[in-house]
């Protein structure tokens, strides 16, 4: 069921992004500008993409609050895997001894004999 609705709000909100994008540009963002007959005349309230735009946001919120509603109230027996939660023993290293000679550096290449190549 969660699923379901779920996808049901995806689709909303597909559509509700595509109804938006589809709507003519009035001008002037966050209200300002813009022509008088814009969204609070009788014409502009009576547009499809208006009214489609109003519809799905409307759905959408009240799907929102759904899904939460069930996401809150579900009550899931989750199982923790506790094989991970073991902690193996410590590596115990070991420092070498104080008297130790230390490594020699590598050799350097053997010479071959080859003649590098001149430009």
Do not use: C, Y
């Not at 009788?42 to 993409?49: H, V």
């Not at 069930?70 to 070498?96: V, W």
């Amino acid at each position: 069921m969660f699923a379901f609705l779920l996808v049901v709000h995806a689709v909303i909100a597909a559509a509700l992004v595509t109804v938006i994008l589809m709507q003519r540009s009035e001008g002037g963002g966050l209200g300002m500008g813009g022509s008088p007959s814009g969204l609070m005349s009788a014409r502009g309230a009576a547009d499809f993409l208006t009214r489609a735009t109003a519809v799905l946001a409307t759905l959408f919120v009240m799907f929102s609050i759904v899904l939460a509603i069930l996401a809150a109230t579900r009550s899931g027996t989750a199982t923790i895997d506790t094989s991970l939660a073991k902690t193996p023993a410590p590596i115990q290293q070991t420092a070498p001894a104080p008297n130790a000679a230390p490594t020699a550096a590598p050799a350097p290449p053997a010479d071959n004999g080859a003649v590098p190549l001149a430009n």
